[in-house]
């Protein structure tokens, strides 16, 4: 019988995204275990899902540490301690070293709300709003030492309407994440997805510079 695919989760907040994943792997969508939670805040909320799925839920207060680097490192060991296939970064509010990039690379993956390589970092729903754009969503990539630079795996595309604010944009957004990032999770675990020479591929081809594509408008 073959192990399952084990998945590490790093949040700092509520873990709604978490919590996405973990309704796929309880309802047999996702060939996987998600082996550890771990959040940079005792707060998050994310960690009472953690335990309510009985997944170890552990904290690294950031703020006890002298460095980032110092960080990081004891974040790199105490998930390589679970021997993850993929690292799944949902709502983890912490810039990474890129040493810590470096060692996970091509099994690190974050979900930005955003439609990469536009709005790059924060306040995303608004900055498109002023822009004027008629269309926004949410983008999978794996994670590159540069700030929300990775290849794209996967995005969800949402409408602009005349009447959505930040606030109501986001929520359309933090529905299609809820979609996509369990399936870039799902293909992770079928050993679908790979990183090559700074290159995302999706069984065995070079997926487009916006990856995989849902129309959710």
Request: aromatic share 6%; net charge negative; charged share 20%.
């Amino acid at each position: 019988m073959n192990q399952k695919s084990g998945i590490v989760v790093l949040i700092s907040g509520s873990g709604s995204n978490l919590q996405a994943i973990v309704d796929q792997v309880q309802q047999g969508n996702i060939d996987g275990e998600i082996r550890a939670v771990i959040s940079n805040r005792a707060d998050a909320f994310g960690l009472e899902r953690a335990r309510t799925a009985g997944i170890p839920a552990i904290i690294l207060d950031h703020r006890v540490f002298a460095s980032r680097e110092a960080f990081d490192q004891t974040l790199a060991r105490t998930i390589e301690a679970f021997t993850p296939e993929v690292v799944v970064m949902a709502g983890f509010m912490r810039i990474l070293t890129p040493e810590f990039v470096q060692q996970f690379m091509g099994r690190l993956i974050n979900i930005h709300p955003a439609l990469l390589p536009k709005y790059k970092g924060l306040n995303t729903h608004q900055r498109a709003i002023d822009a004027g754009d008629k269309e926004h969503g949410c983008t999978v990539h794996f994670v590159t030492p540069e700030l929300d630079d990775g290849p794209n795996i996967i995005q969800a595309v949402v409408s602009i309407t005349a009447d959505d604010d930040a606030k109501s944009l986001s929520v359309k957004v933090q529905q299609q994440e809820h979609i996509i990032y369990p399936l870039a999770v799902k293909w992770f675990t079928e050993k679908r997805l790979s990183m090559i020479k700074g290159q995302a591929y999706f069984d065995g081809n070079i997926l487009e510079q916006y990856g995989k594509i849902i129309d959710a408008r």
